[in-house]
């Protein structure tokens, strides 16, 4: 698909990250209550943010709508990652997708996965997967509060026909 030559597709990744376990000085054996790390930390890759610059929430785990204005020089990121919200929701059978965007210079981290709270309770006997971020409320309503934009169409997404009896409010 060609683009249209007023669309300008960010180059963005999320921070490299790895998870780092402090192992006990003493093996224990695997079947012990106490196997396993002493403790755990994330270590993710640092965001250098210039002093006149600012970290950007490009869109809150509480809504799929930019969380900056159409003047922000970043309003392209944000709407691109509203497209790829739309994207994942339909490419998950509308089971899940990534909010909680934010980050800067292309660097993206601390995101939250959504999740449908019916699945998640079907999964897992609780209403969320990934924690106490993943607003159910919110993921009901992303069909409704989602606005399709020039990226959406580029990717050949359609946009939502709500009707009140299939969202809940």
Same mark, same amino acid.
């Given at each position: 698909i060609e683009?249209?030559p007023e669309?300008?597709?960010p180059?963005?990744?999320f921070?490299?990250?790895? !998870?780092?376990? !402090?192992?006990?000085s003493?093996p224990?054996h695997v079947?012990?209550?106490?196997a396993?790390?002493?403790?755990?930390?994330?270590?993710?890759?640092?965001?250098?943010v210039?002093?006149n610059?600012?970290?950007t929430?490009?869109?809150h785990?509480?809504?799929?709508?930019?969380?900056i204005p159409?003047?922000?020089?970043?309003?392209n !990121?944000a709407l691109f990652?509203?497209? !790829?919200q739309h994207?994942?929701?339909?490419?998950t059978?509308?089971?899940?997708?990534?909010?909680?965007f934010q980050g800067?210079?292309?660097?993206?981290?601390?995101?939250?996965?959504m999740t449908s709270?019916d699945a998640?309770?079907?999964?897992s006997?609780?209403p969320t997967?990934f924690?106490?971020g993943?607003?159910?409320?919110?993921?009901?309503k992303?069909?409704?509060?989602?606005l399709?934009n020039?990226?959406c169409?580029?990717?050949?997404?359609q946009?939502?026909?709500t009707?009140?009896?299939?969202?809940?409010?």
């Amino acid at each position: 698909i060609e683009l249209p030559p007023e669309i300008n597709i960010p180059s963005l990744r999320f921070v490299e990250a790895g !998870v780092f376990a !402090v192992m006990p000085s003493q093996p224990k054996h695997v079947k012990a209550a106490t196997a396993g790390a002493e403790r755990t930390y994330l270590l993710e890759e640092k965001i250098q943010v210039p002093p006149n610059a600012e970290f950007t929430k490009y869109i809150h785990n509480g809504s799929p709508l930019p969380n900056i204005p159409p003047t922000d020089p970043e309003y392209n !990121v944000a709407l691109f990652l509203c497209a !790829v919200q739309h994207l994942q929701y339909e490419k998950t059978y509308r089971l899940a997708y990534v909010s909680d965007f934010q980050g800067y210079g292309g660097l993206l981290t601390d995101a939250q996965i959504m999740t449908s709270p019916d699945a998640a309770a079907f999964i897992s006997g609780k209403p969320t997967l990934f924690g106490d971020g993943n607003i159910d409320k919110c993921f009901k309503k992303f069909p409704k509060e989602h606005l399709c934009n020039d990226f959406c169409r580029w990717m050949g997404l359609q946009p939502y026909a709500t009707f009140s009896s299939e969202i809940e409010p």
